[in-house]
């Protein structure tokens, strides 16, 4: 498969607004230093707790955020390299479906006005047309045409998802940007967003990165996986690898949390002790090492590089040799 989006040591550091002369700028280390890539039509999963630096990767990819350091390629070119007005035109090829659709909502416009703005910016079809292309849209998404003349508020959770959905395909993407699609809502809708999702990537040929805080979710969407902790990779790999035979510790500390029903898998169980540390103040060497039942003398002095373990598997930790040897 070729490769959609390439991301090259991508770093995001916000700085404290406190500094001032005397005291040095502290820095809270969002993304830093990560690299993957994705690959068309697939679906990537990108884990990990509140903090991680999930969304604002996925954000730096939209160029939502510029980046501290790092590149981002989408079909070989640099985004952010681009003028604004280049840029724009790139725009309608990536989208976004927020956690909560009424971000993407505003609530003084029917859905007919919301779904015609796309529509008209991108040039996506002829104006006489867009009456008709709303109403393709709101089918394809599950919502009846009389839908049109509604405000937001008017929906429930998951048919407000289904808008923001058909906002995002409405410009014809390549890539869209799923920021944990299904948590607000309950989890009886959640599986018909996901297939709704699923369905339509096959339909219109879709690359997703699927943002999520724990596997479960992204178990069932996932081609590949990432893990990430603290800013940083921790494992990547393909979604049945991640599972069956995960190697870092802070995936099996995910996966625990989700124990799988099938008493044949047997996962090592791992149960996480305390709080993600602070960003602005992260453990030294391994990053995961206040929390890590398997800690060695080496963790909290020397970082751990992600390394490939087998094809397409990449881990962070100590406990591979593929990882010691980088080191030595
Ligand atoms: Fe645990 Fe050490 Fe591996 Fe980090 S490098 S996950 S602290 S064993
Ligand atoms: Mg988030």
């Not at 981002?72 to 090829?93: A, C, G, L, T």
């Not at 416009?109 to 991108?122: G, K, N, Q």
Request: hydrophobic fraction near 35%.
């Amino acid at each position: 498969k070729e490769t959609l989006i390439k991301v090259e040591n991508l770093k995001k550091y916000f700085p404290m607004n406190k500094s001032n002369i005397l005291t040095h700028t502290q820095n809270v280390k969002a993304v830093d230093g990560i690299s993957f890539d994705i690959l068309k039509g697939e679906t990537f999963g990108l884990v990990g707790e509140s903090g991680s630096g999930k969304s604002t990767t996925g954000h730096l990819i939209l160029r939502l955020l510029n980046p501290t350091d790092g590149k981002v390629y989408v079909e070989d070119k640099d985004i952010y390299q681009h003028s604004d007005r280049k840029f724009r035109k790139m725009r309608k090829d990536l989208q976004i479906i927020f956690q909560d659709a009424s971000w993407a909502l505003d609530p003084k416009m029917i859905i007919e006005d919301i779904l015609t703005e796309p529509l008209r910016i991108h040039k996506i079809v002829p104006r006489f047309e867009t009456e008709k292309e709303v109403k393709r849209l709101l089918d394809i998404v599950g919502l009846s045409k009389n839908d049109a003349k509604k405000f937001p508020h008017e929906f429930s959770g998951g048919q407000r998802q289904r808008i923001g959905i058909a906002k995002a395909i409405s410009t014809r993407p390549k890539f869209i940007l799923c920021d944990e699609p299904v948590s607000a809502l309950d989890v009886s809708i959640q599986s018909k967003i996901l297939n709704l999702l699923t369905d339509l990537q096959r339909e219109y040929d879709l690359t997703y990165l699927f943002i999520a805080h724990g596997l479960n979710v992204v178990k069932h969407v996932s081609d590949r996986v990432g893990v990430m902790y603290l800013g940083k990779i921790m494992e990547i790999g393909n979604v049945n690898t991640i599972y069956n035979d995960p190697k870092h510790p802070y995936t099996k500390a995910l996966i625990s949390a989700f124990p799988d029903p099938n008493p044949e898998v047997k996962n090592e169980r791992i149960v996480l002790k305390g709080e993600i540390p602070s960003p602005i103040n992260p453990p030294k060497g391994c990053l995961f090492h206040t929390r890590c039942p398997y800690k060695m003398d080496i963790c909290d002095k020397v970082i751990p590089q992600l390394t490939d373990i087998n094809e397409g598997h990449k881990s962070a930790c100590f406990l591979n040799e593929e990882v010691m040897a980088k080191i030595e």
